[in-house]
């Protein structure tokens, strides 16, 4: 624990949200004060004067950008709408910050921007050594145009900023919308109802074979503010765990979890996605002492008691609801 933020004033774009909310209060933990965070429905950060506007007012030392549009590749979905919003917050947001002096600025890619077919684990060094996997290439290459832009305002007018690229997230606090989740809590949810509803069949999408890095929440709200504390380097940084599971070996364990008992069937004409993705961390490691510490399985347990218990307290709320009117 450090003073280094304990005279900052610091905006998170994105602090309302899953890992957003992990990062402000480790912020606060950590003696910070002065935290600005943005909601959506007041401040779309895809309009330039909504962007100036929160940075004049806030007058941050920090910015922290976690904002970010869910994409939805499957049947056209919302992909060109999401590669748009979150090209321009980040384009802009950078543009805005480097205008007013802002000290430094964390921004946050993602491993859908690394080749389809990188040799594993991902290094950095490979990350344009080929083309995206089709599926999430518009939201990798609208986050990866971010690091182009954060190293030539680093070469051209000395701007501090640093990008880091997690693996898959996951942990309590997650979205479990069906429509818009991604894998760990789309997959929790799907084994809960079939095991409420006493489904005997399951439907997964793919053939179960390709392989994904998920990291704890938690520990990427750590490794963000470590590398706001102590990483200045233009370079971009992997944050994953090295540990690799494959998505058939991932529905079984939280199929067995959750007590189900009956079939997986894998629908195959849905796509995999990227073959493989594992993190080398190595650099986090020697560049500002990250290590994660949450193991995997334990993660996933704490997800899935987190989400049982959510369940369980809106149906609380629904029942006491419902006897107050009947009274």
Not at 225 to 231: G, H, P
Not at 271 to 294: I, N, V
Request: contains cysteine; aromatic residues 10%; glycine residues 10%.
């Amino acid at each position: 624990m450090t003073s280094f933020f304990a005279d900052k004033r610091v905006v998170v774009t994105g602090g309302a949200g899953f890992l957003g909310s992990c990062v402000v209060r480790k912020l606060r933990e950590r003696g910070c004060s002065s935290i600005t965070v943005p909601r959506r429905a007041t401040c779309d950060l895809t309009r330039w004067e909504n962007i100036t506007r929160l940075l004049d007012q806030a007058s941050p030392h920090i910015v922290i950008h976690l904002a970010g549009v869910v994409d939805n590749p499957v049947g056209g979905g919302n992909t060109a709408a999401a590669f748009y919003k979150n090209l321009m917050m980040g384009v802009q947001l950078m543009e805005a910050a480097r205008q007013r002096g802002v000290e430094k600025m964390v921004c946050l890619g993602t491993a859908s921007s690394y080749p389809k077919l990188a040799p594993t684990p991902l290094r950095e060094e490979e990350l344009w050594n080929g083309y995206p996997d089709e599926t999430r290439a518009p939201y990798g290459i609208a986050k990866k145009i971010l690091l182009v832009q954060s190293k030539v305002y680093r070469q051209q007018y000395a701007f501090n900023c640093i990008y880091l690229i997690p693996a898959n997230l996951f942990g309590p606090g997650d979205n479990f919308d069906p429509h818009t989740s991604y894998v760990i809590p789309a997959l929790i949810r799907k084994f809960f109802d079939a095991v409420r509803n006493g489904d005997r069949e399951i439907v997964c999408w793919g053939s179960g074979s390709s392989t994904r890095d998920f990291l704890f929440v938690d520990d990427c709200a750590e490794a963000i503010l470590l590398a706001t504390e102590r990483y200045n380097d233009g370079e971009a940084i992997n944050v994953g765990t090295g540990f690799e599971i494959s998505i058939r070996d991932l529905a079984y364990h939280i199929g067995r979890q959750l007590g189900f008992s009956g079939q997986i069937v894998w629908d195959t004409s849905k796509p995999d996605g990227q073959p493989r993705r594992r993190l080398d961390g190595s650099r986090a490691e020697r560049a500002f002492g990250f290590r994660p510490r949450t193991d995997f399985f334990e993660g996933l347990r704490k997800t899935i008691d987190w989400y049982r218990a959510k369940i369980a307290q809106e149906e609380g709320k629904s029942k006491s609801c419902a006897g107050s009117l009947k009274g």
